[in-house]
């Protein structure tokens, strides 16, 4: 049992550590907080199965597609939303993150309905379901390895893109100080874009695989994951990536202990517990560094 639930928990900690770089990188670089990543999380599982019902694509190239266009809204966000706003107080941006995260939640309602929808099965391998590694009492599909392998891969290419990359040079240097990237030639613009290209991606292979995962997807399954992977990245450090992908494991594992030893009820209580007390015993996070005013 408890080692099932493990699996289970580390399962979701991945996923939520997908969600959670999103907001982590974007946070690293204009110090924003963008609630409407969650929103993006879920038009990747209705964009994903619209490539498939509507356009005729299978999974594989649904998934890619899903992926470009999840990218592409986050650059138009940032250019529309938040661009306008880049000097303005940190309050008037946080209402248009909230005001931009309900617009897209309305939008999804109106153009595929507000009721939950399962995930087409007939695009679907018929061998996710099967079991691929059984010891004891734990069961492990090939479902659960293909969400470890992609969450892994892609954790490990962000890593390259950050440490290997001029681009992840320039985030790098951003996230320290923007007036030193502007004066030594660095477009901030661009690469202010790019992160959101990066966490927008992430963040809407997140919705697909927890639409494959649990069989559903709906307009405000977004709202929940996005507070559970702002959780995570807290949790971890706000800012830091490897806090990002620490954080989100750790409560993924937590919610599945708590769901299965103390009540499924108490589920998405988890992530607000965890919140409270990072927030109360030791606001900069497991992995973070202490806040201070940049120059």
Not at 20 to 45: P, S
Not at 82 to 105: C, D, E, N, V, W
Not at 224 to 253: E, H, Q, R, T, W
Request: hydrophobic share 55%.
């Amino acid at each position: 049992m408890l080692e099932q639930q493990l699996v289970n928990g580390l399962t979701l900690g991945v996923i939520y550590a997908l969600i959670a770089v999103g907001y982590t990188m974007v946070y690293g670089v204009i110090e924003l907080i963008n609630f409407a990543h969650g929103e993006i999380y879920m038009l990747g599982a209705f964009f994903c199965v619209s490539f498939i019902t509507v356009v005729g694509l299978p999974l594989w190239v649904a998934i890619p597609c899903a992926m470009i266009c999840c990218a592409l809204l986050g650059i138009a966000i940032d250019i529309f939303a938040y661009r306008p706003i880049r000097k303005a107080h940190r309050l008037a941006a946080l209402i248009t993150a909230i005001g931009m995260s309900i617009f897209l939640q309305n939008l999804a309602m109106v153009i595929w309905g507000s009721r939950p929808r399962a995930f087409p099965q007939e695009a679907v391998p018929a061998f996710f379901s099967e079991q691929a590694f059984a010891f004891s009492d734990v069961t492990i599909t090939w479902l659960h390895l293909f969400i470890f392998g992609i969450t892994f891969s892609m954790m490990i290419g962000l890593f390259l893109i950050i440490s290997k990359t001029r681009v992840g040079t320039a985030m790098r240097a951003l996230a320290q100080n923007r007036t030193c990237c502007q004066l030594m030639g660095i477009n901030v613009n661009r690469v202010i874009s790019f992160t959101f290209v990066l966490g927008s991606a992430m963040g809407a292979m997140a919705g697909i695989l927890v639409a494959l995962f649990y069989n559903t997807l709906y307009p405000t399954m977004g709202y929940v994951a996005g507070v559970k992977a702002f959780a995570a990245a807290v949790l971890g450090g706000i800012g830091s990536v490897p806090g990002a992908m620490f954080g989100g494991i750790v409560l993924g594992i937590a919610e599945a202990l708590g769901a299965g030893y103390v009540s499924s009820l108490y589920r998405d209580g988890v992530a607000y517990a965890v919140l409270i007390a990072v927030i109360i015993f030791r606001p900069s996070g497991i992995l973070g560094k202490a806040l201070v005013d940049k120059a």
